[in-house]
């Protein structure tokens, strides 16, 4: 299997515009998740699907940010608009049991 | 409220100098303890999940205990490929919410 695929690797934006990450979860899990990891915080839960339905989005900061998981092997984050704050990796992490398995993340860069 | 605490937030050991990275977590009903290792730039790796206390789990150098407030990830004899941060993360109960520490960074010198 490829493990969970993430792109892009890298991201670099300036602030105001729009930037979509996407994930593609290793095939037959059924829960996604979207973390975002920075120096100061860690690594923080933004958003969980249970069989492409959200579970929980108390971890997503603000309106700005939005998620969609289409079908079971897709799912997108959404930044609209981006501000230099949002700048950190992002990794996406699927799981079948307990055990979660991450993706390599995209490092944002919002300028 | 669910809290996990990791220490030391560093440690630098000289190759085959065994040592203990701490996790001591709070929560409401442990469904579980990970361990992950993680590698500059990459995601974080999965190494080990133990469910109850008195639990170990091992991996090569590696050796994960669980208790009912803490766990250790002990490392017998490192190697400088060991160099990584390790994190911590505990399942309180929320469906498939795991809930991180900050991690400890190691660096094992040759």
């Known amino acids: 299997d490829a493990g969970v695929i993430q792109s892009p690797r890298h991201e670099v934006t300036e602030m105001g515009q729009e930037v979509t990450l996407r994930c593609k979860p290793i095939?037959?899990?059924?829960?996604l998740f979207w973390y975002r990891q920075t120096m100061m915080r860690g690594l923080e839960l933004l958003i969980y699907?249970?069989?492409?339905?959200?579970?929980?989005d108390s971890g997503m900061p603000e309106d700005r940010f939005s998620a969609k998981m289409p079908n079971a092997s897709f799912s997108t984050l959404k930044i609209q608009p981006s501000e230099p704050r949002d700048s950190a990796v992002y990794f996406c992490?699927?799981?079948?049991?307990?055990?979660?398995?991450f993706g390599p993340g995209t490092r944002l860069t919002v300028t | 409220e669910d809290q996990v605490t990791q220490s030391p937030e560093a440690l630098r050991l000289q190759e085959g100098e065994s040592s203990s990275l701490n996790c001591s977590y709070t929560?409401?009903?442990?469904?579980?303890l990970f361990w992950y290792r993680q590698d500059p730039g990459k995601g974080p790796e999965f190494l080990f999940t133990?469910?109850?206390a008195g639990e170990e789990k091992e991996k090569e150098r590696l050796k994960a205990t669980l208790t009912k407030k803490e766990s250790f990830l002990h490392i017998t004899a490192p190697k400088p490929e060991d160099s990584a941060t390790y994190l911590c993360?505990?399942?309180?109960?929320?469906?498939?919410?795991?809930?991180f520490g900050k991690g400890t960074k190691l660096s094992v010198k040759p």
């Open positions: 992490a699927s799981s079948s049991r307990s055990e979660q398995y």
């Open positions: 095939s037959g899990h059924n829960s």
């Open positions: 699907f249970n069989n492409n339905v959200p579970i929980d």
């Open positions: 929560v409401s009903g442990l469904r579980g």
């Open positions: 133990l469910y109850s």
């Open positions: 993360a505990v399942d309180g109960g929320s469906q498939g919410n795991l809930i």
